[in-house]
């Protein structure tokens, strides 16, 4: 999935945690078939903070493994 496509639209009011660190290209694709190929998302409500993220560099099958520290927001 492409972060461009009609789906991901259908997702608004959720944050993509690969979007919240800068870049909303960085592939999760072991072997990407197209720039931004995104098989695996994390997606958060407004409640909650991405303190980090890490895409893995070592693949799980096609997909590499996607790790993000989450914090409630408070207030």
């Known amino acids: 999935l492409h972060p ?3 789906e991901v639209a259908e997702l608004a009011g959720l944050a993509d ?3 919240v ?3 909303r ?3 999760t694709a072991a072997d990407p078939a197209r ?7 994390i997606l ?7 303190t980090a993220l890490q895409i ?3 693949p799980a099958s096609d997909h590499l493994p996607l790790v ?3 914090q409630w927001k408070s207030g």
């Open 68 to 70: 993000a520290d989450l």
């Open 4 to 6: 461009d496509e009609p």
């Open 17 to 19: 945690a690969v979007a």
């Open 44 to 50: 958060v409500t407004p409640d909650v903070r991405v």
């Open 21 to 23: 660190t800068g870049d």
């Open 35 to 41: 720039p931004c190929d995104r098989p695996d998302w």
């Open 56 to 58: 893995g560099t070592v």
């Open 25 to 27: 290209c960085r592939t």
